[in-house]
């Protein structure tokens, strides 16, 4: 079974300050995909990242999948209340269908005004 | 364009007794998923579709779960005898793309009293 391990679980930051999460397997994978879940509502697709070593930036979120594709990371700058939510990182294989797509337990971000 | 929708958006039953829940995905999208979310915690894969019929059962809890997805659009997600331990977000989502990127719909709160 592939696991994808996510850290920290749980991250409380001011409004403005900067922060970093990590999504990282023993495994590789064809594509990293990162998600935000906010309560009540599925998960959004934020991006997808599929080269070892591509960094993509949202805004003020930068994201970068691992030169050897086990890993990933997030970092957002200047963090706003709007950024509170549920961070899920997924792993794809090539082929496609379910088992292609491995998601890890997520990051709980909030950031307090 | 729609997003996937499901229904009913809450469900509240007694144990024992059998719920239906509902997915319409995306037009077009021929790869449907169906997750459990418990309170908390990140994505636990149920079942996938690819078209009318579902290659990958295995995360199927027990043979109390069932679905079935019919003219390869809507899909169903059977409980019967529910328990207790049943009661979470039950997510669908469907995909199209490549890296298997998927579109979530808000999900389905079931509570088992």
């Known amino acids: 079974t592939q696991l994808l391990e996510q850290s920290p679980q749980f991250l409380s930051i001011q409004e403005g300050e900067n922060l970093t999460v990590y999504c990282n397997s023993s495994?590789?994978?064809?594509?990293l995909q990162w998600y935000r879940q906010e309560p009540g509502e599925g998960p959004v697709l934020l991006v997808t990242?599929?080269?070892?070593?591509e960094v993509k930036k949202l805004k003020r979120l930068t994201f970068q999948f691992g030169d050897a594709r086990k890993d990933s990371s997030l970092h957002i700058t200047a963090a706003q209340p709007g950024d509170t939510g549920l961070y899920l990182c997924?792993?794809?294989?090539?082929?496609?269908?379910?088992?292609?797509?491995?998601f890890g337990k997520g990051t709980h971000l909030i950031i307090q005004p | 364009g729609a997003g996937v929708s499901q229904s009913p958006s809450n469900k509240v039953t007694e144990k024992g007794k059998d719920v239906e829940l509902r997915c319409d995905p995306i037009?077009?999208?021929?790869?449907l998923y169906w997750y459990r979310q418990s309170l908390g915690q990140g994505l636990e894969f149920l079942i996938y579709?690819?078209?009318?019929?579902?290659?990958?059962k295995s995360g199927l809890p027990s043979d109390r779960f069932s679905a079935e997805r019919t003219g390869g659009s809507v899909s169903t997600l059977t409980i019967q005898r529910t328990q207790q331990e049943d009661s979470a977000v039950y997510l669908c989502?469907?995909?199209?793309?490549?890296?298997?990127?998927?579109?979530f719909g808000p999900g389905t709160r079931l509570t088992v009293l």
């Open positions: 989502a469907s995909s199209l793309g490549t890296y298997n990127e998927q579109f």
């Open positions: 495994s590789v994978f064809s594509s």
């Open positions: 990242v599929v080269t070892g070593g």
């Open positions: 997924a792993g794809g294989k090539h082929g496609g269908g379910a088992d292609g797509l491995t």
């Open positions: 037009s077009g999208h021929t790869a």
């Open positions: 579709f690819q078209g009318n019929s579902a290659p990958d």
